[in-house]
């Protein structure tokens, strides 16, 4: 769930900056979703099964089973974060 409520205000983003920047909103969209959804996926798939074997030992950490359960939005964040300002505001320095 917040998985999808990131990829959807993200997409949003894109779009509303691309349609402020002249580009256009559904290709930067679609970029958004993208720079947010593979690294969350490659996450999933290859860093957080190290971390349900170690909830497997030890169920009472708290720090690991948020780590496993809610990193991957971080990490997909995190990457279209660092996508919009390399799209949205390289561009406006050159205007």
């Known amino acids: 769930m917040p998985g999808t409520l990131a990829a959807i205000i993200i997409t ?3 779009f509303k900056s691309a349609s402020g920047a002249g580009k256009n909103p559904i290709h930067m ?3 958004g979703f993208l720079v947010f959804f ?3 996926l490659l996450w999933t798939f290859f860093i957080t099964p190290g971390f349900k074997d170690t909830l497997a030992h030890d169920p009472s950490n708290t720090i ?3 780590t496993a359960n809610y990193a991957y939005v ?3 964040s995190a ?3 660092w996508a919009w300002f390399k799209i949205f505001k390289a561009n406006s320095e050159d205007n």
Do not use: D, E, K, Q
Request: aromatic letters at 12%.
């Open 29 to 31: 969209a679609f970029t």
């Open 64 to 66: 690991i089973r948020l």
């Open 79 to 81: 990457c279209s974060t």
């Open 74 to 76: 971080v990490i997909g």
């Open 38 to 40: 593979i690294p969350a």
């Open 12 to 14: 949003t983003l894109f």
